[in-house]
């Protein structure tokens, strides 16, 4: 076919308000390789268009960040509650809090220790009794009193944790604490107490569901309130 030919084609066929119906009978005038090469085509620009105007690449997973929290408390210059994208170590917590309000030594041991979250940090001053020079004893004197700084650490109240949605764990939990629960009064924060008695302590979360008035449904909306620390 000449390509005059074929433009008097396109035009009588295709560019008519029946063209949709004349499509097929334009097919006629084309050989059987030239159909496969225009049907090929017409794949190609139904990809493109496909590509450009509705396919959107998937986007990347969210990289999930476990926020690590930390409750620093006491005398030190900024006392609260700071946030971590990794877990501190002991020195990096007093530091972000404003580091201590006097001076103090810290042991290269203790202060390199990786706190988890949860944390709570307690600052206190402690008096401690210098025992006098030899000398001094003759004089009747006692002693020199000096104030050391000593850091506890411990676990945040129950109440912050569940504001974090930081588990309680299971073996340590008051009764009080775990009214705090959503789902769990006072009888039943009973009960786990006493099946935790009774049991020397919880070996796994799933052992809830064995605690009377605590069956499978039930555990279900509590177990993500709840650890077990080995």
Request: charged share 25%; glycine share 6%.
């Amino acid at each position: 076919m000449r390509i005059s030919e074929f433009k008097k084609v396109l035009k009588s066929h295709l560019f008519t308000p029946h063209s949709a119906i004349r499509i097929p009978q334009l097919l006629k005038y084309f050989s059987l390789q030239q159909q496969s090469v225009l049907f090929f085509i017409a794949l190609l620009i139904l990809g493109i268009l496909y590509f450009k105007f509705y396919y959107h690449s998937p986007l990347p997973p969210e990289e999930i960040v476990k926020e690590i929290v930390v409750e620093v408390f006491g005398e030190i210059h900024k006392p609260g509650i700071y946030i971590f994208k990794n877990p501190p170590t002991l020195r990096e917590a007093i530091e972000k809090a404003g580091g201590l309000k006097e001076t103090a030594q810290f042991d290269s041991i203790s202060s390199t220790e990786i706190l988890e979250t949860g944390t709570l940090l307690t600052v206190t001053k402690e008096s401690s009794q210098i025992p006098p020079h030899p000398p001094l004893l003759k004089g009747g004197h006692g002693g020199i009193k000096q104030e050391d700084l000593k850091i506890r650490i411990s676990r945040m109240e129950a109440n912050k944790l569940l504001v974090f949605s930081i588990p309680l764990d299971l073996n340590r939990v008051s009764i009080e604490d775990l009214c705090l629960v959503p789902g769990i009064g006072e009888s039943l924060a009973r009960e786990i107490v006493a099946y935790r008695e009774r049991r020397k302590g919880f070996q796994s979360v799933d052992e809830l569901k064995n605690v009377k008035g605590i069956g499978s449904k039930k555990y279900l909306p509590l177990k993500n309130f709840f650890m077990v620390k080995t």
